[in-house]
């Protein structure tokens, strides 16, 4: 049975762990959305972290009171402070989507106006009748920093879930808090995931610049797939590449040998979104 695993919120400090920290308890564990309520944020050994919307220029951890449910950490923001709307005016919806201390207090999450005001389980269960079939999937087997962009992108293409290969902690900071709408799955290996998506009829497809692989720009991607990546520097493993169903590349025309992964993921799962979504349904 997959096991349910609620991420918290930690200090900066927490965000490499030891690798005694990282064992993992099953083949396509599942790490989120859900996300402990009030939860102590050094006492916690989750990597985080989720950083105040009042103080996301100097990068601290903080809670910024009346901006979200009661107890819970106020996500990270690039825009500033002013990002979000305030209290809801007038007579509030009857809707139980809607969560009474947004309402309140006012909306500064990182969310599209469509969900404003809305519980987050209310986020996430409209967000998984929009989901595509694709998933992401990244090895961590050094604490890849960039797996947070990874995981945020995988959101904003709304990818039916991110799998996260190797090591089960991660660094969070790149997520934006994203990873509390996103479904997060854990395989201690490369040969658990691609057994787990060939059982769910998904094709795996790696992605590296190798002798071989297919340029993306001319490749039809698979409707039903699972994007594979590697790390920052070595690239997929011999692994990924032996039990992917497809290689493919992204052309290149300068110097250097290759792009960071988290720019590379999503540049892939755009071309999956340009072959396959349905473009009207976008925000």
Do not use: C, M, Q
């Given at each position: 049975m997959t096991e349910h695993i609620e991420p918290t919120t930690t200090d900066r400090a927490a965000q490499v762990v030891s690798d005694g920290a990282d064992a993992a308890s099953g083949t396509g564990e599942d790490l989120g959305p859900v996300v402990r309520e009030g939860a102590d944020p050094v006492a916690s050994g989750d990597t985080g972290p989720?950083?105040?919307?009042?103080?996301?220029?100097?990068?601290?951890v903080g809670?910024?009171?009346?901006?979200?449910?009661?107890?819970?950490?106020?996500?990270?923001?690039?825009w500033g402070t002013t990002v979000g709307?305030?209290?809801?005016?007038?007579?509030?919806?009857?809707?139980?989507?809607?969560?009474?201390?947004?309402?309140?207090?006012?909306?500064?999450?990182?969310?599209?106006?469509?969900?404003?005001?809305?519980r987050r389980e209310a986020v996430v269960a409209d967000l998984d009748a929009r989901r595509h079939d694709f998933h992401v999937a990244i090895e961590n087997f050094q604490?890849?920093?960039?797996?947070?962009?990874?995981?945020?992108?995988?959101?904003?293409?709304?990818?039916?879930?991110?799998?996260?290969?190797?090591?089960?902690?991660?660094?969070r900071r790149g997520a934006m808090v994203t990873d509390r709408y996103q479904h997060v799955h854990h395989h201690p290996d490369v040969e658990s995931l691609v057994d787990w998506a060939h059982a769910q009829d998904l094709a795996v497809v790696a992605v590296d610049n190798t002798p071989g692989a297919e340029p993306v720009e001319r490749a039809a991607l698979p409707p039903r797939c699972v994007l594979l990546f590697g790390q920052e520097g070595p690239g997929i493993s011999d692994d990924s590449r032996g039990g992917a169903d497809q290689v493919v590349s992204i052309s290149q025309f300068g110097s250097t040998r290759s792009i960071n992964a988290g720019v590379a993921a999503g540049i892939v799962m755009h071309t999956w979104i340009q072959q396959h979504a349905d473009l009207t349904q976008a925000w």
């Open positions: 989720d950083v105040g919307a009042g103080v996301a220029a100097s990068g601290d809670r910024t009171a009346g901006a979200g449910t009661a107890g819970e950490d106020v996500g990270p923001t690039e709307v305030g209290p809801w005016e007038g007579a509030w919806p009857s809707d139980d989507r809607y969560d009474p201390e947004l309402l309140e207090h006012g909306d500064r999450r990182n969310v599209v106006d469509h969900y404003r005001y809305w604490h890849d920093h960039n797996i947070g962009t990874v995981v945020r992108t995988a959101n904003a293409f709304a990818a039916k879930a991110v799998h996260i290969v190797g090591r089960r902690r991660w660094n």
